[in-house]
């Protein structure tokens, strides 16, 4: 059983990376066409770092992702703190409002959101409402939802006395979320900014009904791409980002790990 379960991994495995293993030698190519390999080449790469507009777009993406997951993990992880502290129905109410955004399709999301900055627009006498303040409110709002199940779980793990006992040796509240909250919640934090933040970066769908003309996201761009025969250097940047968010998502989980293996330490010496 043990060997089929295996099996049936590596194979899911394979779906998964072949695409961007696709993606990577083509970036490598020196011609256009991705089914022929006519030789090992960097010059996709070169002409990215010479593309002026890619890379604004890019910079235009990577500035709302980081902006939009700093604020999300801040609001979600004082959100998590405030439902943990609900007992009963309500805490079950709470916690499935935050799943809706997470099960309710993009384009639902993406039209609703258009249609209220729209009526914002009008109440406040604004022409041109869409652009670089919407998409930002847009994708703080469907980022939450990830940061809240990913710190949650930290904090229902989290023994209640470790704060207790911060409180009994002297520390305010503040000083025991500080020293000792925040230090045991830490690793959920931490994955709930990444994954707000990888959700925000490759985000098209909400993204395409909010932008306006003055700011514009790399997926939204890359979407008038695809009615043209796309150049091998948008497969060198598609690389770039993989690797990247793969090289980041590595350090969590080794940062994770050992995280876990020090506390196990802890455990076993204080018995």
């Given at each position: 059983m043990k060997k089929v379960n295996r099996?049936?991994?590596?194979?899911?495995f394979i779906f998964l990376y072949i695409p961007m293993i696709v993606l990577a030698v083509a970036s490598f190519?020196?011609?256009?066409?991705?089914?022929?390999?006519?030789?090992?080449?960097?010059?996709?790469?070169?002409?990215?770092?010479r593309d002026d507009d890619l890379l604004?777009?890019?910079?235009?993406?990577?500035?709302?992702?980081?902006?939009?997951?700093?604020?999300?993990?801040v609001l979600g992880t004082v959100a998590s703190l405030g439902i943990h502290s609900m007992r009963g129905r309500l805490r079950s109410a709470v916690m499935?409002?935050?799943?809706?955004?997470?099960?309710?399709?993009d384009i639902v999301t993406g039209v609703?959101?258009?249609?209220?900055?729209?009526?914002?627009?009008?109440?406040?006498?604004?022409?041109?409402?869409?652009?670089?303040?919407?998409?930002?409110?847009?994708?703080?709002?469907f980022s939450l939802p990830y940061v809240i199940l990913n710190v949650m779980p930290k904090l229902a793990q989290m023994d209640p006395d470790l704060t207790e006992a911060a409180l009994d040796l002297g520390c305010t509240p503040v000083q025991a979320f500080f020293k000792v909250v925040l230090h045991e919640i830490m690793p959920g934090i931490l994955?709930?900014?990444?994954?707000?933040?990888?959700?925000?970066?490759?985000?098209?769908?909400?993204?395409?009904?909010?932008?306006?003309?003055?700011?514009?996201?790399?997926?939204?761009e890359i979407y008038s791409y695809t009615k043209k025969p796309i150049q091998p250097k948008v497969y060198a940047m598609f690389t770039l980002i993989f690797?990247?968010?793969?090289?980041?998502?590595?350090?969590?989980?080794?940062?994770?790990?050992?995280d876990s293996s020090k506390k196990l330490r802890r455990k076993e010496a204080h018995r």
């Open positions: 099996i049936f991994t590596v194979i899911v190519n020196k011609g256009m066409d991705i089914a022929v390999f006519q030789g090992f080449t960097l010059n996709q790469y070169r002409e990215l770092f604004r777009l890019l910079g235009n993406s990577l500035i709302i992702a980081v902006i939009s997951s700093l604020i999300a993990t499935a409002l935050t799943n809706i955004p997470m099960t309710n399709p609703s959101l258009a249609l209220l900055f729209a009526f914002t627009g009008v109440l406040l006498r604004i022409n041109s409402v869409l652009g670089f303040w919407t998409l930002l409110i847009a994708h703080i709002t994955s709930g900014a990444l994954m707000a933040f990888t959700m925000s970066l490759d985000d098209f769908v909400i993204s395409y009904f909010v932008t306006g003309s003055g700011f514009v996201t790399l997926p939204v690797v990247a968010i793969l090289l980041l998502m590595v350090t969590m989980n080794l940062l994770q790990a050992r």
